[in-house]
């Protein structure tokens, strides 16, 4: 395999590391094209270019492998590559999910791969699972911890009783959360990875604006001890579940915070590792849990895409074309139900800041000078005022 890389970063660094300790797999990186010429680089200079064209040019690339930071760029990068009749590899979540219908089209147009295990659950191997070992089976859901830096921050934020400023600022200085970790904390980057699972699970394409995405930016020391005295811990979870008759139901896809109990597999995953459940009608629940992101990890679900396409693997979709058959078209959102009641925990200090949420009924309610917090079955709608809101200071957990 001769590889053109975009990307020399975490992923890309770690790609370099686990492909030369790979014995299975013959593949060379040809070129490597950065954004900066002046920072100082591991390997050779001759390896690098700052000129995308020198990598899209070449003519002998058996694969792109997409690992820059930049989603638009990203885009234009992996839509050439696969335009001009080349495999791509990446694990760019927010270029993948916000281009989805494209980006299948053109694998559909060109017959070519476009695959990206690495851009949901780092290293666990859940998208091909999703896809092939799934297949004929009569999948309901998939629920998973698919963020690491909110695992992280949640994690210490209750093994250490500190508080979600303190924890965040470690974390950045450790490397666990980065300088700016909205997209993370806000629940963007699950939001991203769930709009992937839904495709491979359920066979059907959302638009990132479709899916309710609550974070944990707003979360306080006091949610984590409401949590303990139940015995509960909160968790940040995208889910995607089947409502209704089998075949003719509808979905139900979002990412929140939610409460676990302790004997939910997704309890014990601690730190930046990630989980993902499956339950299908005759497997019943399966686990998967592994490191979420990481250097090494994300690169070792790269190196399996790329070993993948020495035996011409690419996504069946058959899932998308089976809905699509039923449709007549690309199903893009409308067996989505985002209008039924969810029960939640709502924590705030002024009633002004939920007047967007229609509340349907309390079962629980505190009040203090400090904060309030109620528990509440609301309409689920009615929560996407919240959504990507910068300014709201309120905490949302699913009961
Ligand atoms: N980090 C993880 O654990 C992880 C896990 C799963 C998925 N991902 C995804 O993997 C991708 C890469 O993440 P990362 O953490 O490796 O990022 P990173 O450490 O910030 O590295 C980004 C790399 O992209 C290069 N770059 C940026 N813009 C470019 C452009 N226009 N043209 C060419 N190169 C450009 C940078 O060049 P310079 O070196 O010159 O700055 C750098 O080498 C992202 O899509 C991310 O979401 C990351």
Redesign the pocket.
């Known amino acids: 395999m001769t590889i053109g890389l ?9 790609l370099y590391d686990v492909l030369n300790h790979s014995q299975g797999l013959q593949a060379n990186i040809e070129k490597i ?5 002046n ?1 100082p680089r591991k390997i050779d200079m001759s390896y690098f270019t ?1 000129d ?1 064209t020198e990598v899209l040019g070449k003519n002998n690339l058996d694969v792109i492998v ?6 638009d ?2 885009y234009k ?1 992996v839509s050439e590559a696969m335009s001009n009749g080349v495999n791509v590899v ?6 993948l999910a916000e281009n989805f219908e494209s980006l299948y089209k053109l694998q559909e147009k060109n017959n070519i791969a476009l695959i990206y295990e ?2 949901a659950g ?1 290293s666990i191997p859940i998208i091909r699972n999703l896809e092939e070992y799934y297949d004929n089976e009569l999948l309901s859901s998939f629920r998973g911890i698919l963020n ?1 830096t909110c695992n992280y921050i949640l994690t210490r934020m209750e093994l250490e009783s500190k508080n979600y400023d303190a924890i965040l600022n470690d974390a950045q200085s450790s490397g666990f959360a980065e300088s700016n970790p909205w997209l993370d904390v806000a629940g963007f ?1 699950t939001l991203y990875k769930t709009c992937l699972l839904t495709v491979h699970s359920f066979g059907m394409i959302l638009k990132p604006e479709q899916i309710l995405n609550l974070g944990i930016q707003n979360i306080t020391f006091d949610d984590i001890v409401y949590a303990r005295e139940k015995g509960l811990r909160i968790k940040m979870i995208g889910t995607g579940y089947k409502v209704g008759e089998n075949g003719n139901g509808k979905f139900r896809v979002y990412a929140m915070p939610h409460f676990v109990i302790a004997k939910d597999e997704l309890y014990n995953v601690m730190y930046e590792y990630n989980g993902v459940e499956v339950e299908g009608a005759f497997s019943c629940k399966q686990t998967f849990v592994g490191k ?4 090494h ?2 690169g070792s ?1 790269v190196l399996s895409d790329i070993s993948a396409l020495t035996y011409d693997y690419k996504y069946g979709y058959k899932k998308l074309k089976k809905q699509a058959s039923i449709a007549g078209k690309l199903p893009n959102g409308e067996l989505l139900d985002n209008d039924f009641e969810i029960k939640v925990y709502i924590r705030f200090k002024d009633k002004a800041e939920i007047k967007d949420i229609e509340i349907i009924s309390v079962e629980e309610e505190y009040k203090s000078t400090r904060t309030n917090y109620i528990v509440a079955n609301v309409k689920f709608k009615s929560l996407f005022a919240l959504k990507g809101n910068a300014e709201s200071k309120v905490f949302v957990c699913a009961v």
């Open positions: 975009f990307g020399f970063g975490c992923v890309g660094q770690g094209c950065v954004k900066n010429a920072k700052y995308k997409e690992l820059i930071d930049d989603s760029e990203a990068i990446t694990a760019n979540k927010k270029m690495g851009s780092g690491g980057d979420g992101a990481g250097s990890p994300t679900a």
